[in-house]
T-cell receptor
Framework: EAQVTQNPRYLITVTGKKLTVTCSQN?????MSWYRQDPGLGLRQIYY???????DKGDVPEGYKVSRKEKRNFPLILESPSPNQTSLYFC????????????????FGPGTRLTVL | GQSLEQPSEVTAVEGAIVQINCTYQ??????LSWYQQHDGGAPTFLSY????GLEETGRFSSFLSRSDSYGYLLLQELQMKDSASYFC???????????FGTGTQLKVEL
């Protein structure tokens, strides 16, 4: 089954304790991306990756790191989490990077609910 | 930066047609997408417009006017299961950077 998986699904942690949220897709997609969702603010893009070893900042990258060492995996790293990073996080992938004229579906993972105390 | 505006709430009755508008301000526009999200779920892709005009997918259609920086999502023959939040999103940065609107909550009533 084609899917994007995230782990963990729920996480409660404390300020300053480094954490990693994993994201994996089994569709051989070039493009992967991380979003956070907060009430009233919609989804905001944190980082995206156009292919292995190619990443770039989205609208809210501060406090986050990413890496893309393998095509299927795109982990999100919070080196020193703070309470304002409490949010619902989504990873997503689509088959191609870059602009295009045709329809191209972006698939989302189930989400990771993070609470930083 | 980019900014998008869409209504926060829309209510309609089952079987009706509803239109959700989205206006945007952006540079380097690479297309307008629409996503649906049910409470507690992940967003799912509905539609995408890169060029002006109407795209139809079953009961859902999406329209884009690049000259007006405007688009809409049209939902026909509304069903209770269409009750959800709907987000428009613009692509920039060569189509790789995606900025979402704050979402429209659609309530379908009997």
């Amino acid at each position: 089954e084609a899917q994007v998986t995230q782990n963990p699904r729920y996480l409660i942690t404390v300020t300053g304790k480094k954490l990693t949220v994993t994201c994996s897709q089994n569709m051989n997609h070039e493009y992967m991306s991380w979003y956070r969702q907060d009430p009233g603010l919609g989804l905001r893009q944190i980082y995206y990756s156009m292919n292995v070893e190619v990443t770039d900042k989205g609208d809210v990258p501060e406090g986050y790191k990413v890496s893309r060492k393998e095509k299927r995996n795109f982990p999100l790293i919070l080196e020193s989490p703070s309470p304002n990073q409490t949010s619902l996080y989504f990873c997503a992938s689509r088959s191609r990077a870059g602009g295009f004229l045709g329809t191209d579906t972006q698939y989302f993972g189930p989400g990771t609910r993070l609470t930083v105390l | 930066g980019q900014s998008l505006e869409q209504p926060s709430e829309v209510t309609a009755v089952e079987g009706a047609i509803v239109q959700i508008n989205c206006t945007y301000q952006t540079s380097g526009f690479y297309g307008l997408s629409w996503y649906q999200q049910h409470d507690g779920g992940a967003p799912t892709f509905l539609s995408y417009n890169a060029l002006d005009g109407l795209e139809e997918t079953g009961r859902f259609s999406s329209f884009l006017s690049r000259s007006d920086s405007y688009g809409y999502l049209l939902l026909q023959e509304l069903q209770m299961k269409d009750s959800a939040s709907y987000f428009c999103a613009v692509g920039t940065g060569g189509g790789n950077k995606l900025t979402f609107g704050t979402g429209t909550q659609l309530k379908v009533e009997l």
